[in-house]
């Protein structure tokens, strides 16, 4: 077990940003913080990554307590925070020659495992270039690599790809499996449903600070949500107004109501749509998809996750 | 790509094996010893210098030579022709001992102020640095160090330019560079501490026109202080500034009212320097460890 806790809680003054969680990770897994914003994503990783102390419960990384052995733990994982916190006056290869020195790497050590991370990181070609005109998901990347300088067992990863166009977002998460294929334990938060479903062998869904749900992203969504999904969209300022038209229908156990469409979950979309037809239903679109992660937080809180 | 290399250089520990591993494999990493971990925090300062030296560098030259053209030439011949230099000295002998200790306190300020608040705020790299082995009382040891550096390097110029265009009476002027350095950590430390109570940088008008370019008019610089309003006169011995210009001109000149005021002034400075420490590595953590 590389992380444990146990009723690990994250308060700012009177706020709880983070309410009493239970969380294991094991050695060699993906493992995943799926929430919106303000969930207590980022509070939770900053505990883990020892960087702000928990305000109760019991936290235990490699077995050791951030409280006592903060330096020692840190010595040993690798920190990707939501903000890149690059220094963008530098070149690329000064960033990570910076970083290996804080982690006691000799000068030699630490430009080698740089040249090889360059490359990991597809940055060679830039590596004497400053750092601010780079691209958003090129400057991810080399924060990546910059935390892996210490080659460390554990990589924590805060919104990996929050901002990113949807090319640099895969080139990234190629990135990711290859590290996982090698044995690094990664922690990824995330309101990507989709990333989650990408990256995560295991996952965790976070609300208010809260934990609601646990498990893999295919256990998650037979347990919380059906097989497929018609998203109906009608030419009508209140999707409210058709909710009764549509409940009843065939093969459907359920119905979502959303500002611009109403979701209806099913275990066989054409079925379903058929049906509504049939009724005299007529929405301007229709879409049998499968379920996804968005649906099962979706269900278990009535929101969506990214707004 | 040879990604396959990421992980080359990993010694891993042998099964089982509860010894160090060194740094690069893992299990437990060997601890850095103080020495490592100031080393790495001054490291990174530096980099940063080496890219911006060349335009400071010109700065640190001319500084003096404004000075040496304005007081010298212009003040000190008016105030040696009517009053006859002051307490016996040439004025250009008075004041420039005094202007070491003075610009001190400038470069101290432009190290401990807006460059601080840039490592908390836009580049966050005392956040990045916190995520890594490093405490925080390596960070402002470090960044202090660098900040010694900076005051060192300018004062010498200051004072060996100066010296070249007569503005010392003898050799006592070299007391004036450890002098000079440690009236300036007297204000870059208290200041660091200002910085990180500080959200925005609106707090620094207040700070440079309540307290720095009074303290630089009042503080015994330009005329002695007694020339002041007695009421004000307190006012002086509670800065720093004028401690460091009063030990300055005395050891530059040689003219010095009594060995066990000049104690009282290195004593005063060390407190700023050591409340200021005590203050700064409270203010950093509360900033920094949340
Ligand atoms: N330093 C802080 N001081 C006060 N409130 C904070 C602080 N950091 C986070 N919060 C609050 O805690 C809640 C959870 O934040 P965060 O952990 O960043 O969530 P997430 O990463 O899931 O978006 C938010 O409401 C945020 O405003
Ligand atoms: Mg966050």
Same mark, same amino acid.
């Given at each position: ?8 809680t994250?308060?700012?003054?009177d706020f709880?940003a983070?309410d ?7 050695r060699?897994e ?10 207590? =994503?980022?509070?939770?990783?900053r505990?883990?990554?020892c960087v ?17 052995d903060?330096?020692?733990i840190?010595?040993r &994982? ?5 903000a890149?916190?690059l220094?963008e006056e530098l070149?690329v290869?000064?960033?990570? #020659?910076i970083?290996?020195?804080?982690f006691g790497?000799?000068k030699?050590?630490? $430009? =080698?495992r740089?040249?090889?991370l360059l ?5 060679t070609?830039?590596r004497?270039? =400053? ?6 998901g090129?400057k *991810?990347? !080399?924060?990546?690599? $910059?935390?892996?300088?210490n080659?460390?067992? !554990?990589?924590l &990863?805060?919104e990996?790809?929050t ?6 977002r /895969?080139?990234? #998460? ?11 334990? !990664?922690?990824?938060?995330?309101h ?6 990408? &990256? ?8 208010h600070? *809260? ?6 992203p295919?256990?998650l969504i037979? $347990?919380?949500?059906?097989r ?10 209140? /999707?409210?107004?058709?909710i ?9 156990s ?5 500002p ?26 229709t879409?049998v998809? *499968?379920s996804?992660?968005?649906?099962? +937080?979706?269900?278990l809180t009535? $929101?969506t996750?990214?707004? | 790509?040879?990604?396959?290399t ?5 010694t891993?520990?042998?099964p089982?094996g ?7 494999g /893992?299990?437990?990493r060997?601890?850095l010893?103080?020495l ?12 940063v ?7 400071s560098?010109?700065?640190r030259f001319?500084?003096p030579l404004?000075?040496?053209l ?11 022709a =009517?009053?006859g230099?002051?307490?016996? &000295?040439?004025?250009? /002998? +008075? %004041?420039?001992p005094a202007i070491v200790?003075?610009q001190s306190?400038? %470069?101290?300020?432009?190290e ?11 580049n ?6 916190l995520a890594?082995?490093l405490?925080?009382a ?8 660098? %900040?010694?550096?900076?005051?060192a390097?300018?004062?010498?110029? +200051?004072v060996?330019v100066?010296?070249?265009f007569?503005g010392?009476?003898? #050799?006592?002027?070299? #007391?004036?560079?450890p ?18 109570s500080?959200q925005?940088?609106d ?12 303290l ?12 002041l309003?007695?009421?004000l006169?307190?006012i002086?011995w509670a ?6 210009v009063e030990?300055?001109?005395?050891a ?5 009212s ?6 009282v002034? %290195?004593?005063?400075?060390?407190a700023?320097?050591?409340i ?8 950093f953590?509360?900033?920094?460890v949340?």
């Amino acid at each position: 077990m590389l992380v444990s806790a146990r009723g690990l809680t994250k308060t700012f003054g009177d706020f709880v940003a983070v309410d009493g969680i239970d969380v294991e990770v094991r050695r060699g897994e993906a493992f995943g913080f799926l929430g919106p914003n303000g969930a207590g =994503k980022s509070s939770t990783m900053r505990m883990i990554g020892c960087v702000s102390p928990a305000t109760g419960g019991e936290l235990r990384i490699f077995g050791q307590d951030p409280a006592v052995d903060g330096p020692a733990i840190r010595a040993r &994982l690798g920190s990707c925070p939501q903000a890149d916190m690059l220094d963008e006056e530098l070149t690329v290869q000064e960033n990570l #020659w910076i970083y290996g020195r804080y982690f006691g790497l000799t000068k030699a050590q630490t $430009r =080698k495992r740089a040249t090889e991370l360059l490359d990991f990181a597809q940055l060679t070609d830039r590596r004497g270039d =400053k750092v601010e005109p780079l691209s958003g998901g090129m400057k *991810r990347r !080399l924060t990546i690599a $910059r935390s892996l300088i210490n080659n460390p067992e !554990l990589l924590l &990863l805060d919104e990996p790809t929050t901002g990113l166009d949807p090319q640099a977002r /895969h080139i990234l #998460w190629d990135r990711l499996f290859r590290l996982k294929r090698q044995g690094v334990t !990664l922690i990824i938060t995330t309101h990507y449903m989709d990333e989650a479903e990408q &990256l995560c062998d295991r996952l965790v869904v976070m609300d208010h600070g *809260r934990i609601v749900a646990e498990g893999s992203p295919r256990d998650l969504i037979t $347990r919380y949500s059906t097989r497929e999904v018609v998203e109906l969209r009608f030419d009508s300022d209140d /999707h409210a107004d058709h909710i009764d038209a549509v409940t009843g229908v065939a093969a459907a156990s359920r119905v979502e109501l959303l500002p611009d469409r109403l979701l209806v979950y099913t275990d066989d979309g054409d079925a379903t749509s058929a049906d509504l037809h049939a009724r005299g239903v007529i929405p301007l679109s229709t879409l049998v998809r *499968r379920s996804t992660l968005e649906d099962v +937080f979706l269900h278990l809180t009535g $929101r969506t996750l990214v707004d | 790509m040879s990604s396959s290399t990421v992980q080359s250089t990993a010694t891993t520990t042998a099964p089982g094996g509860g010894g160090r591993a060194g740094r690069g494999g /893992h299990g437990t990493r060997e601890p850095l010893s103080w020495l490592e971990r100031i080393r790495a925090v001054v490291g990174y300062f530096l980099t940063v210098y080496r890219r911006t030296w060349r335009g400071s560098i010109i700065g640190r030259f001319a500084s003096p030579l404004f000075f040496l053209l304005a007081m010298g030439l212009g003040l000190g011949s008016l105030v040696d022709a =009517k009053a006859g230099g002051v307490g016996g &000295l040439s004025y250009l /002998h +008075f %004041v420039v001992p005094a202007i070491v200790a003075t610009q001190s306190m400038w %470069v101290a300020m432009g190290e401990s102020t807006y460059q601080v608040m840039g490592y908390f705020k836009w580049n966050k790299m005392y956040a990045a640095m916190l995520a890594t082995p490093l405490r925080v009382a390596d960070i402002l040891t470090g960044h202090l160090l660098t %900040v010694v550096f900076h005051l060192a390097t300018a004062t010498t110029i +200051f004072v060996a330019v100066a010296a070249e265009f007569g503005g010392f009476a003898g #050799w006592g002027a070299l #007391w004036c560079i450890p002098i000079g350095v440690l009236t300036g950590l007297a204000f870059a430390v208290p200041v660091f501490a200002y910085t990180a109570s500080q959200q925005t940088e609106d707090g620094y008008n207040i700070l440079f026109r309540m307290v720095v370019s009074p303290l630089m008019l009042f503080s015994g610089t330009f005329f002695p202080i007694a020339q002041l309003p007695v009421w004000l006169q307190p006012i002086a011995w509670a800065t720093p500034l004028w401690h460091g210009v009063e030990l300055a001109r005395g050891a530059a000149t040689g003219v010095v009212s009594s060995p066990v005021a000049a104690w009282v002034h %290195v004593a005063a400075l060390l407190a700023f320097v050591g409340i200021g420490w005590v203050l700064a590595l409270r203010l950093f953590t509360r900033r920094l460890v949340a």
